[in-house]
């Protein structure tokens, strides 16, 4: 590719709405256009690093007898009420009717349409297991839309779908798919990706695991432990904290005027914030109804866990005055009837801690759950953190970190086979629901996401796995006819022998030429100029700065095939 008819354009000031640098880079680079909130163009650059993201994905789920088809991006809701779904999800799914009044849906994700793909069609155990997968643009009407092609409406996905006859398969082949993500980040240039512990959201299922490129400018916070290798998302970590020294004590109300906050009532009763008891009120999403998360006074509440445990969403509660629920003095002891509790663990190994008595400034002191509430549902749904104690070692080695997730895969279980109606006749003769494993990569998100984690000030450093170009010629002063000569050889028979070059020869300055060049990032970069011919040579460098180089204008055709098949290796 000549960069005289290549379009797109690169500047050197930076958009004022752009915060990640990977956005900042590849609006500046050339590589996209927002159109609109969340959805963007893509330039010849990133369209090639994209696909060659996608050959990589296509390549290694090909590996697993992953079988590629196509869903359709319009679905009919009956599709989406049948798994119950369409009701579920909220307005993330863009609804609309067709021309004959009849409600769709655009494809946010294909569960259901693997589903339906394969219903009727795998009718017996003979058939299974296997898998099937489509890299497709999907919609998300997604609130946050943010940092370019990492957080956006429109984007293009892989998502793979597995069926099989029993748990024990699923789990094999789970973790054949987990291996094909490590080799395909791995390949992507990215090796330092790891996979955490997550929950599964919407998707349904028990086991998920989310695959993280760790970063300061991560959206999602990641559990971490050095001593043993422990990780999990945030939303799924286990909370493990050290119970401070009590002394049993009877129940008793003592009188706390004002004291509506925890800070304030442990200070007024001299008592440490790990020895008490805080409450966090919410209202159930589909009947308003009140339910009250009591935990540690020093810890907060993980609300992902807790609507897991409840089984339903959640919102923060607004407290009225008909509730008979007392703000800033409330306790688990005396609650108004129909208020409905939950304890943490981390107040279970309490036998004398202080917590609110439901009455205008009255606190108790000696709380003890087993013996004041010894009924009350009991569960984890503490956020854990720096320093606390690790789940799988033991020790108090918790780091918290950020990351990018740029995967996710999950073990579904029979959530949509079941309420889709999808069985096969087994061995047994009798009919049973497949079990499902999901498997899903944004494209676009983990082009985007390899640029934050490879880039200088002055541009993206691609893996040459994934690099719009291998190669990239720049020639100063063009119109000098030994620069022009060398140059115009060296491209066609790079070209010729199948390296991808991009030449820039444009009548434009070396410092333009340059900084061009370190926009676009690739990494091998060869200069012919005037005084690289007066030396006889031409300069071959990386984008890295780790290699520059003078090689003879008859070597560099074989000395750069040889770097750039060098480079590869590294990946593999």
Request: charged share 25%.
């Amino acid at each position: 590719m000549k960069m005289s008819s290549m379009l797109g354009a690169r500047f050197k000031e930076t958009p004022a709405d752009c915060q990640l640098d990977s956005h900042k880079l590849m609006i500046r680079g050339g590589y996209m256009k927002q159109l609109t909130t969340g959805i963007y163009s893509l330039f010849m650059p990133a369209k090639r690093i994209c696909k060659k993201i996608e050959n990589i994905i296509r390549d290694e789920m090909d590996k697993i007898d992953g079988q590629e088809v196509m869903f359709p991006v319009v679905m009919p809701a009956s599709l989406w009420q049948e798994s119950g779904r369409y009701e579920s999800i909220g307005s993330e799914m863009a609804r609309f009717k067709d021309r004959s009044g009849q409600p769709v849906v655009l494809g946010m994700t294909h569960e259901e349409a693997a589903v339906h793909l394969a219903r009727g069609t795998a009718q017996s155990y003979s058939q299974y297991p296997f898998m099937i997968y489509q890299i497709q643009t999907k919609f998300r009407d997604e609130p946050r839309a943010r940092g370019g092609l990492i957080r956006v409406r429109e984007f293009t996905m892989k998502d793979a779908y597995s069926f099989h006859t029993s748990q024990e398969d699923l789990e094999a082949y789970y973790e054949k798919c987990y291996q094909a993500y490590v080799n395909i980040y791995r390949r992507a240039g990215v090796p330092e990706v790891i996979a955490v512990k997550s929950d599964s959201g919407m998707m349904g299922g028990s086991v998920s695991h989310e695959f993280m490129l760790l970063t300061d400018c991560g959206e999602d916070t990641i559990v971490l432990c050095d001593e043993c290798g422990y990780s999990s998302n945030m939303e799924a970590a286990d909370c493990i904290v050290d119970a401070p020294e009590t002394t049993e004590a009877p129940l008793e109300k003592v009188h706390t005027p004002g004291t509506k906050t925890i800070e304030a009532v442990c200070e007024f009763l001299h008592a440490p914030a790990n020895a008490s008891c805080k409450a966090v009120v919410y209202q159930k999403n589909l009947t308003d109804e009140y339910v009250i998360a009591f935990i540690r006074g020093d810890l907060e509440v993980n609300e992902t866990k807790l609507r897991n445990f409840l089984g339903e969403e959640i919102h923060p509660a607004e407290i009225t005055a008909e509730s008979g629920i007392v703000a800033g003095f409330i306790g688990p002891v005396g609650l108004p009837e129909g208020v409905s509790f939950v304890i943490d663990q981390s107040l279970a190994a309490l036998n004398n801690s202080v917590c609110g008595a439901n009455e205008e400034d009255y606190h108790y002191t000696g709380y003890n759950v087993k013996r004041d509430t010894p009924d009350a549902p009991i569960a984890d749904f503490a956020k854990t953190y720096e320093g606390a104690i690790c789940p799988c070692c033991g020790k108090k080695s918790i780091r918290i970190s950020r990351g990018i997730e740029v995967g996710n895969i999950f073990q579904l279980g029979t959530k949509y086979t079941k309420s889709m109606d999808m069985t096969y006749i087994g061995q047994d003769g009798k009919p049973h629901n497949p079990i499902m494993g999901c498997y899903g990569i944004g494209v676009g998100r983990l082009c985007a996401s390899v640029c934050e984690a490879k880039h200088d000030d002055y541009g993206p450093i691609w893996p040459m796995s994934i690099a719009p170009w291998q190669v990239h010629i720049c020639a100063i002063k063009a119109n000098d006819p030994q620069v022009r000569e060398t140059a115009d050889a060296l491209y066609n028979n790079l070209q010729a022998a199948g390296v991808e070059v991009l030449y820039d020869d444009r009548k434009v300055s070396a410092g333009n030429m340059f900084s061009d060049a370190d926009l676009l990032g690739v990494p091998v970069r060869v200069i012919v100029s005037p005084k690289t011919m007066k030396r006889g040579c031409v300069e071959v460098s990386k984008r890295d700065k780790s290699l520059r180089e003078d090689v003879a204008p008859e070597a560099a055709q074989a000395y750069i095939e040889n770097l750039v098949q060098s480079m590869l290796d590294e990946l593999k």
